[in-house]
């Protein structure tokens, strides 16, 4: 599967972004789909995820009531819609997709297949 990340900026705290990943080459459908994430000097983290249908969702205890994670079947596209944004939000922003058959996906060891990453910065 081929992911391709997109919606990256600069934005100031309290701001918003909404981040796209599309995907091709998978039945689209079939599949949990999440977001993870990386600053500066530390680990990529586990940001979100749906499942194939859009009714199981988890996030980050971080992100919790202001991030929203969605996704459209029909545009083989996922969604990350981040609200009040803070400074420590800063980093790049991959989307992800579990290993082939797999339905985990919230440690890095659960992901198959990594999009290229689009940067978030926000500054105070």
């Known amino acids: 599967v081929q992911l391709q990340a997109s919606g990256g900026g600069l934005v100031q705290a309290g701001g918003s972004l909404r981040l796209s990943c599309a995907a091709s080459?998978?039945?689209?459908?079939?599949?949990?789909m999440g977001w993870f994430r990386q600053a500066p000097g530390k680990e990529r983290e586990f940001v979100a995820s749906?499942?194939?249908?859009?009714?199981?969702?988890y996030y980050a205890d971080s992100v919790k009531g202001r991030f929203t994670i969605s996704r459209d079947n029909a545009k083989n596209t996922v969604y990350l819609q981040m609200n009040s944004l803070k400074p420590e939000d800063t980093a790049v922003y991959y989307c992800?997709?579990?290993?082939?058959?797999?339905?985990?996906?919230?440690?890095?060891?659960?992901?198959?297949?990594w999009g290229q990453g689009t940067q978030v910065t926000v500054s105070s």
């Open positions: 992800a997709v579990p290993h082939y058959g797999s339905s985990r996906l919230s440690a890095l060891g659960d992901v198959g297949s």
């Open positions: 749906i499942s194939w249908r859009g009714g199981s969702t």
């Open positions: 080459g998978r039945t689209f459908s079939s599949y949990r």
